[in-house]
């Protein structure tokens, strides 16, 4: 009784694996795989559309396989071992999106997860878990269109940053270093690479910065980019 409360009776039907139960499993997790792509291809992440489309729908079919192995075949056979090695091989597929700037920022993480999140999705609607895969996807949107603005409002109001800037001359950090005195902006860390005399490498700075709360992210990144010399600057 407890499980029947714990799932739709409008599903009792497909969860047996038969030519509709399968035809619609795959096609369900694609559009759970396509909803989920479509918003990492709109903000132009290394794993796209195609990309979660083809991972769900491999996990899948992947449980699928093991419940047709266990149910038709008769093999004598842990129907979770298939699944289980989707969960742990998707991790190569995540860590190919997952780089590391020039500059030691990482980027890519959450795509990753999401590749992470689209095989488990995938997995559950193979299964027959329609319930679970569903809410899963609404879950995965509501994080990455949703959550993603309230983060990026928690790292505009950080108390500390750390600014990467590309300078011509040591007049031009020295106005930047009075900007952040004025700004009432202190310097907790400093690291500076001179320029080595070509055009290409500028000279650069890393500053560890804590801010007031009259100041946020952006407003300190204009105002530096203001200052004559200052060639870039962006947050790490």
């Not at 998707?90 to 980027?107: L, S």
């Not at 031009?172 to 080595?196: G, H, W, Y």
Request: proline share 1%; glycine share 8%; hydrophobic share 45%.
């Amino acid at each position: 009784m407890r499980g029947e409360a714990a799932v739709l009776s409008i599903f009792h039907e497909l969860r047996d694996v038969t030519l509709l139960s399968v035809a619609l499993r795959m096609l369900l997790a694609s559009l759970c795989g396509g909803v989920i792509g479509i918003e990492r291809e709109y903000k132009r992440r290394p794993a796209g559309f195609r990309t979660h489309i083809l991972i769900c729908l491999g996990a899948a079919i992947t449980t699928l396989t093991s419940q047709y192995l266990y149910m038709y075949m008769g093999y004598d056979t842990d129907i979770s071992r298939l699944g289980a090695q989707v969960v742990a091989g998707i991790g190569f597929i995540g860590a190919g999106t997952i780089i590391v700037t020039r500059r030691q920022r990482v980027k890519g993480l959450t795509t990753a997860a999401g590749l992470w999140t689209t095989a488990i999705v995938g997995l559950a609607i193979g299964s027959g878990f329609y319930e679970g895969g569903l809410f899963a996807t609404i879950l995965v949107m509501i994080a990455e269109l949703v959550f993603s603005k309230l983060e990026y409002r928690i790292l505009n109001h950080a108390p500390e940053i750390n600014l990467y800037m590309e300078y011509t001359d040591s007049q031009c950090l020295d106005q930047v270093l009075v900007l952040f005195r004025d700004l009432a902006v202190k310097v907790r860390n400093m690291e500076i690479t001179r320029s080595t005399g070509s055009e290409r490498h500028n000279a650069c700075a890393i500053f560890t910065l804590a801010l007031n709360k009259k100041h946020t992210v952006e407003s300190v990144l204009n105002s530096v980019l203001m200052v004559e010399g200052v060639i870039s600057v962006e947050e790490l």
